[in-house]
Structure formats: C-alpha cells, structure tokens
C-alpha cells in the first residue's frame, strides 16, 4: 500500500476557538445572559474538513478547551477516522475518574466533528450516512415562551407558532406559584385548542409535593409531556410521578451518557439527549438504541440545525425542539415549513458558522498539526 493510500482519512489539522457571547435577553427556562462554545474543527490529508461543538449557558467552557489541548486533540493527531471509536473509548478511560461533565463535553466536539468529516469525505448528509428513516420532521415551538411574560404574551407567542404550522408548543412552569403556572397553561390551553399539542417544562425547579400536586392538574389540561419537575439526580422522586395521575415524565438534558438514562427506563418514556453534551452523535446513537429496547422515545434538548440529522435518522425519535440558540452565530438556520423541517441537503451536517460573528466573539484559539 502506497503511502498516499495510507495517509487518506487522517486527521492532519485541528483548530478550537473559545466563543463567548451575551444573549440579551434571557432564553427560555434557563434565564440564560452568556453563550459559551468550544468550537472544533478538524481537516484530513485530503482537504477535507468538519466541525463540530459543544456549548454552556454560563462560564465553563475555559476549562473544556484546556482538557482538549492537553488531551483530546494530540490523541486525534495524525489518526484515522476509522479509528475515532477506538480513540473514543481510550479517552473515555484516560478521563474516567474525572467523571462525566467536561469530560464528555470535550468529547462530544470531537465526536461531533468527527462524524461531519464522514459525511464530508463521503459527499452524504449526515443523516443519510446514518441511516435516514424519513427526510422530513415535526418541530414543536420552544422559543416563544419565558417566565418573564405575561399571559397574554404567552399566548400570543404560542399562537404564533400555531400561524406559522406548528402543531405543537412548549411552555416554562416554576418560577411563578404553581396556581399561577397552572392558569398560564390553562390560558394558552383555551386560546389553541385541543388539537394543538401543549409541552410543560419546569427545568427542574419543583420539589416532589409540588410536582405531585401539579402533575394531576398538567394531565387535566392534555399536557403531552411534564418535563424535567424535580432535579434529575431524584430517580426515586421520578418513579413516584410517574405512578400518579400525570402527564408521561420526559428527562435528559442534563443525563450526559447512554447509562444515565437506565434509572428512567420504567418512569420517564420521553428522552432528551443534547448531543453536544453528552457524547456527540456516536453516544446518540447508543441512546437511541437503548431507548428502542425500553420502549421510550427521543426528543432531542435544544440545537435544531445539528439534531434535525438524528432525528431523521432516529429510531425512537419523535420531535425536534425549535429554539433559537445559535442563530445569531450562524449564516442561515434551519428553514421551518408548516412545523416541519428537512436536514440541510448537503454533505455533512451542513452548519455555516457566520465567521465575523464568531471572530466578534472569540476569546482563545488554538491550533495543531500531525
């Protein structure tokens, strides 16, 4: 074999760069000001390049690039692609008793990248490389929807949604009395409805008596799902929602690998992976998997332009959440028609990062090469 042959499919460059850019406004449930990513991008011995990220609502991501310099991008240097799963698991063991959390973010942007450059190489969205199951998805409306608004707000932001096609909305309970959340979603029950789907959100904020006394009120007004009530770490608290009256318990966002979601396999059917947190597409796909043998479903935690791929090629997956977090850093987003969406139709995951708006807030970037 060639040396040419052999060089093919190595990674022969990678660069990070460190955004950290305000929000104004508070985003969703969060109350979110700061958007952190850590930005990847990877090049081969042919030219070809990916990228891929990972990201926190707040300060943090300092700490993540400083992991991938030190370890993640030397143990990429000069590898082939096919060898990343094995490079993966020796990282994984390398940062086991560092536990999960930065670790796993750094390796979701590598993993990320990663698989954007198979798709690249192989001139394939990256859906289509994963095995398409449908080439269009419902997106349910996630963004119109904060604490700080009125009522009438509220339902005017999710009456827009329902105008432009959606079917199905998601509202924020918990920083108000659980009275006043119940007569929110009530409001915006009456103004939409009964065919349009209605999602509830409490970012964690309940403890269990208050969850359980509005877990019957939410299953009275139809709520699809009653996401994230009590803080995740509560297994045991979830277990007794879900023997009540109360909508189906949806989780995820903060379970950062395939094994954390075992503890919710008999009370929460609804998962929410946030790919760029726990683990890039590769654990993904193990989620998905494990999902389909419990009978549970995905629904994937924010970041439309990069899930719009995994739910398309899902298996258990169901709906995509529209919530705009990165528009103001890319060229285009993810075009929505009659609350559905199609992965872009191009090879990768098809991401146009705007460059003046990520050099506007750049604050450390780095560089190697095999």
């Known amino acids: 074999m060639s040396s040419t042959s052999l060089d093919q499919g190595r990674i022969a460059h990678a660069s990070l760069q460190v955004i950290d850019m305000p929000l104004g406004a508070a985003r969703g449930g969060s109350g979110a000001t700061q958007l952190q990513l850590v930005i990847i991008r990877l090049t081969d011995t042919d030219g070809a390049s990916g990228s891929g990220y990972t990201y926190s609502l707040g300060p943090g991501m300092a700490a993540t690039a400083a992991l991938l310099e030190e370890l993640h991008l030397p143990a990429i240097a000069g590898m082939p692609l096919e060898q990343w799963d094995r490079t993966r698991r020796h990282l994984q063991e390398a940062t086991h008793r560092l536990g999960t ?71 924020r309970v918990g920083m108000r009395p659980p009275a006043e959340d119940v007569a929110r979603v009530r409001a915006v029950r009456e103004a939409l409805g009964d065919d349009v789907g209605i999602m509830v959100d409490a970012n964690e904020r309940f403890d269990l008596a208050t969850a359980l006394w509005m877990a019957p009120r939410l299953a009275e007004l139809g709520v699809l799902w009653f996401e994230e009530p009590v803080a995740t770490r509560h297994t045991e608290a979830y277990r007794m929602l879900s023997s009540r009256h109360a909508p189906p318990l949806a989780v995820g966002e903060h379970v950062l690998s395939a094994s954390g979601f075992v503890p919710f396999a008999a009370s929460a059917p609804i998962w929410m992976p946030d790919a760029p947190l726990a683990g890039g597409v590769s654990e993904f796909l193990r989620i998905d998997a494990l999902a389909e043998a419990h009978g549970a479903s995905l629904t994937p935690h924010f970041l439309p332009e990069l899930h719009v791929h995994l739910v398309a090629a899902g298996r258990t997956t169901t709906w995509l959440e529209h919530f705009p977090l990165l528009d103001d850093l890319l060229e285009e987003t993810l075009e929505i028609r009659n609350g559905r969406a199609a992965p872009p139709d191009r090879p990768g995951h098809g991401l146009r990062w705007d460059e003046d708006r990520l050099s506007a807030h750049r604050v450390r970037c780095a560089e190697l090469s095999a």
Request: aromatic share 8%; hydrophobic share 40%; proline share 3%.
């Open 101 to 171: 959390g930065i670790t796993q973010l750094a390796t979701s942007a590598v993993d990320i990248a990663v698989w954007d450059l198979r798709a690249v190489r192989t001139g394939l969205p990256l859906y289509r490389l994963l095995g398409a199951h449908r080439s269009e998805v419902p997106v349910y409306g996630s963004g119109r929807a904060t604490h700080a608004m009125s009522t009438a707000e509220l339902v005017a932001g999710s009456r827009s949604y329902v105008d432009e096609g959606y079917r199905a909305v998601k509202l």
